[in-house]
């Protein structure tokens, strides 16, 4: 089977990425929520919410592109969401020793070519070639172009991206291809024979997933790898310093759209395949893509696609997009549009170009003469007509940087990006447990409430509808609780039970509970996402290893929202309406990862709750960081959240007040 498979599966690219049920499929008899006629598709519910949401944030996108007016609007705006960028993408490294060398190299017809191996961190080796005139040909030094790979398996050895380097250095440019993590040489997660088990898309989530809890995204080290590329070339007496491109294709389309953004060392850039926007097909249709393509609360801070494209305004900007992309090209006209715009009024209209073919989801031919055309007339005042002739490839031999093993994980010290995350979790951990030493009430309270996000005000509970044991509460526009009890709405007692499970209000251990002598008084909860509403999304995001709802997720990630912020709102909202209801004390008990949300919303609002119990295993997270394939469930992450706590610091510290019940 053609590697390109894998490519064009995992681009950024499964149209059922985030379909669980659409307007045609069936309701299930049983949801309270649909009967009542509260919630059509109580399962998309989350989504649906999402979805309005992200309506709001296109709406504020729009108000404030319109308000930049003057060149120093324009300053003001792209610094702003280039700091807010930076900080999503949580902690870089320290600039180390590159350790660069050449490991091959030889001379075709009309190019020659180095195979290079250097350090983006210690320990982290980056694989690629750099594809080179002629000296005959073109007298050097060259200005660059730095290839970045989309999702294939092959990195830097598949043929069009090859072709792209090889253009480059046929027409007296340098071009540089550089394989990603999880790709070409640089797979990480391998069986005992060192074959791939993840690889691309697969792989860049499993990253994510770990990353997250440091406050990291697999973008961080994409983006970090391409820093320290150009640091390569800027080290070469042979490559203009200041005449640095970037491009690439779907995935190399995103971070060429991140590097350009970022780094005041680009000087040119064409991205292809990726850019559209958020506010339409990408999140409502097509779904939430791999994990380095949803940054941390970017649409809260107000970046979108367009953005992307006029970070950097005016840097010569190339956008290459294809008619029947799933990366809709529609979507990615009108973020053209709104980049085009900045650019005239900076009076630079002539920098920034597009160009469509019309072509499926790939990196064109088109698109890769005229990403080379565009660098020639900015880096070399040449606009000539090129063509891409038939030049020999590099063979599986040829463009390998390792010669003497398959992986850079054979390496000396080699490093996985796990391994990193694991070393800054290792060194978050005695900072972090100096915050709980003593903690006041008032400070714990703060600490969980900012870092998971829990409203500072908690939201009133409404009682929408009832039915023989079933309450339903709304906690929020749209979002329903549905609630089962053993007692009368009207009563009043001294002391009530909360039970909340991440399998929904009948878990086995929940029925348990309802069916033992003397049980007292329970509300089984369902909050947001669990239950009748817990989204069964396509395996994009391995369910195994993220849970049934990762893409859905990615959708509160974008909106800079946690899964476990919102249930803590749902879970006090409830909790203070059952005690003004009954003036009842409560004691509350959790199942599973909904354990993870009883313990912040008994640290939030001590008042709430005489005691936690936790049922069933709750692991930290730095456990399940620690774990090559985890799992580590999405919904129940928190970005950044071992800058902070973990579950034991949580425990620990309910345990020292007198509130975790045995």
Same mark, same amino acid.
């Given at each position: 089977?053609?590697?390109?498979?894998?490519?064009?599966?995992?681009?950024?690219?499964?149209?059922?990425?985030?379909?669980?049920?659409?307007?045609?499929?069936?309701?299930?008899?049983?949801?309270?929520?649909?009967?009542?006629?509260?919630?059509?598709?109580?399962?998309?519910?989350?989504?649906?919410?999402?979805?309005?949401? &992200? $309506?709001?944030? !296109?709406?504020?996108?729009?108000? +404030?592109? #319109?308000?930049?007016?003057?060149? =120093?609007? %324009?300053? @003001?705006?792209?610094?702003?969401?280039?700091?807010?960028?930076?900080?999503?993408?949580?902690?870089?490294?320290?600039?180390?020793?590159?350790?660069?060398?050449?490991?091959?190299?030889?001379?075709?017809?009309?190019?020659?070519?180095?195979?290079?191996?250097?350090?983006?961190?210690?320990?982290?080796?980056?694989?690629?070639?750099?594809?080179?005139?002629?000296?005959?040909?073109?007298?050097?030094?060259?200005?660059?172009?730095?290839?970045?790979?989309?999702?294939?398996?092959?990195?830097?050895?598949?043929?069009?991206?090859?072709?792209?380097?090889?253009?480059?250095?046929?027409?007296?440019?340098?071009?540089?291809?550089?394989?990603? &993590? $999880?790709?070409? !040489?640089?797979?990480?997660?391998? +069986?005992? #024979?060192?074959?791939?088990?993840? =690889?691309? %898309?697969? @792989?860049?989530?499993?990253?994510?997933?770990?990353?997250?809890?440091?406050?990291?995204?697999?973008?961080?080290?994409?983006?970090?790898?391409?820093?320290?590329?150009?640091?390569?070339?800027?080290?070469?007496?042979?490559?203009?310093?200041?005449?640095?491109?970037?491009?690439?294709?779907?995935?190399?389309?995103?971070?060429?759209?991140?590097?350009?953004?970022?780094?005041?060392?680009?000087?040119?850039?064409?991205?292809?395949?990726?850019?559209?926007?958020?506010?339409?097909?990408?999140?409502?249709?097509?779904?939430?893509?791999?994990?380095?393509?949803?940054?941390?609360?970017?649409?809260?801070?107000?970046?979108?696609?367009?953005?992307?494209?006029?970070?950097?305004?005016?840097?010569?900007?190339?956008?290459?997009?294809?008619?029947?992309?799933?990366?809709?090209?529609?979507?990615?006209?009108?973020?053209?549009?709104?980049?085009?715009?900045?650019?005239?009024?900076?009076?630079?209209?002539?920098?920034?170009?597009?160009?469509?073919?019309?072509?499926?989801?790939?990196?064109?031919?088109?698109?890769?003469?005229?990403?080379?055309?565009?660098?020639?007339?900015?880096?070399?005042?040449?606009?000539?007509?090129?063509?891409?002739?038939?030049?020999?490839?590099?063979?599986?031999?040829?463009?390998?940087?390792?010669?003497?093993?398959?992986?850079?994980?054979?390496?000396?010290?080699?490093?996985?990006?796990?391994?990193?995350?694991?070393?800054?979790?290792?060194?978050?951990?005695?900072?972090?447990?100096?915050?709980?030493?003593?903690?006041?009430?008032?400070?714990?309270?703060?600490?969980?409430?900012?870092?998971?996000?829990?409203?500072?005000?908690?939201?009133?509970?409404?009682?929408?509808?009832?039915?023989?044991?079933?309450?339903?509460?709304?906690?929020?526009?749209?979002?329903?609780?549905?609630?089962?009890?053993?007692?009368?709405?009207?009563?009043?007692?001294?002391?009530?039970?909360?039970?909340?499970?991440?399998?929904?209000?009948?878990?086995?251990?929940?029925?348990?509970?309802?069916?033992?002598?003397?049980?007292?008084?329970?509300?089984?909860?369902?909050?947001?996402?669990?239950?009748?509403?817990?989204?069964?999304?396509?395996?994009?995001?391995?369910?195994?290893?993220?849970?049934?709802?990762?893409?859905?997720?990615?959708?509160?990630?974008?909106?800079?929202?946690?899964?476990?912020?919102?249930?803590?709102?749902?879970?006090?909202?409830?909790?203070?309406?059952?005690?003004?209801?009954?003036?009842?004390?409560?004691?509350?008990?959790?199942?599973?990862?909904?354990?993870?949300?009883?313990?912040?919303?008994?640290?939030?609002?001590?008042?709430?709750?005489?005691?936690?119990?936790?049922?069933?295993?709750?692991?930290?997270?730095?456990?399940?960081?620690?774990?090559?394939?985890?799992?580590?469930?999405?919904?129940?992450?928190?970005?950044?959240?071992?800058?902070?706590?973990?579950?034991?610091?949580?425990?620990?510290?309910?345990?020292?007040?007198?509130?975790?019940?045995?």
């Amino acid at each position: 089977m053609s590697k390109f498979f894998v490519f064009a599966l995992c681009a950024g690219a499964v149209f059922c990425a985030l379909r669980v049920v659409s307007a045609d499929d069936p309701v299930p008899g049983s949801s309270i929520l649909a009967c009542k006629g509260l919630c059509e598709h109580p399962e998309a519910m989350m989504r649906t919410k999402f979805f309005s949401e &992200i $309506d709001d944030a !296109e709406k504020e996108w729009i108000a +404030n592109y #319109e308000a930049i007016e003057t060149k =120093e609007d %324009v300053e @003001a705006y792209q610094k702003a969401r280039r700091d807010a960028f930076m900080n999503a993408l949580g902690p870089f490294w320290e600039r180390a020793p590159l350790n660069a060398r050449v490991t091959g190299q030889g001379v075709k017809e009309k190019y020659r070519y180095e195979n290079v191996v250097f350090e983006s961190v210690p320990g982290v080796y980056v694989t690629g070639v750099l594809f080179l005139p002629l000296e005959e040909r073109f007298k050097g030094p060259y200005p660059a172009m730095m290839v970045v790979c989309g999702h294939s398996s092959d990195g830097k050895a598949y043929e069009r991206y090859q072709s792209l380097g090889i253009l480059a250095a046929v027409n007296g440019l340098a071009g540089f291809v550089v394989d990603p &993590i $999880d790709q070409g !040489e640089r797979h990480q997660y391998l +069986n005992d #024979e060192g074959k791939p088990v993840y =690889e691309t %898309v697969a @792989a860049h989530n499993l990253v994510q997933a770990g990353s997250i809890l440091v406050g990291r995204n697999t973008a961080t080290f994409e983006v970090w790898d391409m820093t320290r590329s150009i640091d390569y070339l800027q080290s070469r007496q042979d490559i203009v310093a200041d005449k640095i491109g970037v491009c690439g294709t779907s995935g190399g389309g995103t971070q060429t759209a991140y590097i350009m953004s970022l780094d005041d060392r680009v000087a040119l850039a064409a991205p292809s395949c990726y850019i559209c926007s958020f506010f339409n097909n990408l999140t409502k249709r097509l779904g939430p893509q791999d994990g380095e393509q949803n940054i941390f609360g970017q649409l809260a801070f107000g970046m979108d696609h367009a953005d992307y494209l006029f970070l950097r305004a005016p840097i010569p900007t190339l956008m290459c997009c294809a008619t029947r992309d799933f990366f809709n090209s529609d979507d990615g006209w009108r973020s053209y549009r709104y980049a085009a715009r900045i650019f005239s009024r900076l009076q630079y209209s002539n920098r920034i170009s597009i160009v469509e073919k019309d072509a499926e989801h790939a990196y064109s031919e088109e698109a890769r003469v005229a990403t080379i055309r565009w660098a020639l007339l900015w880096f070399a005042g040449r606009n000539d007509e090129i063509v891409e002739h038939d030049q020999p490839l590099l063979t599986e031999e040829e463009i390998r940087s390792l010669k003497d093993c398959k992986s850079v994980m054979a390496l000396p010290g080699a490093k996985t990006s796990r391994d990193l995350n694991i070393e800054l979790a290792q060194s978050l951990k005695p900072e972090r447990q100096k915050k709980w030493d003593g903690i006041t009430p008032e400070a714990a309270a703060k600490l969980v409430r900012e870092r998971a996000i829990v409203r500072s005000e908690t939201p009133e509970a409404k009682v929408v509808a009832e039915e023989g044991d079933d309450v339903v509460f709304e906690t929020d526009s749209n979002i329903y609780l549905t609630t089962r009890v053993n007692f009368k709405s009207d009563e009043k007692f001294d002391e009530m039970t909360i039970r909340v499970s991440d399998k929904g209000r009948a878990s086995e251990p929940t029925n348990a509970a309802f069916a033992a002598e003397n049980c007292g008084k329970i509300a089984a909860v369902e909050l947001r996402g669990y239950g009748e509403t817990q989204a069964v999304c396509s395996s994009y995001y391995i369910h195994a290893h993220f849970g049934t709802d990762g893409c859905d997720n990615c959708l509160a990630y974008l909106l800079g929202k946690t899964y476990v912020g919102l249930r803590v709102d749902d879970l006090l909202a409830v909790a203070n309406y059952y005690r003004e209801k009954t003036g009842a004390k409560i004691k509350l008990e959790a199942e599973g990862y909904a354990g993870t949300v009883a313990l912040i919303a008994a640290i939030a609002s001590p008042e709430s709750f005489e005691s936690v119990k936790l049922i069933g295993e709750l692991p930290t997270w730095e456990s399940q960081l620690a774990k090559p394939y985890g799992p580590i469930p999405l919904t129940n992450t928190i970005h950044g959240v071992l800058n902070d706590f973990d579950v034991d610091d949580l425990i620990g510290y309910l345990t020292k007040i007198g509130k975790i019940a045995e």
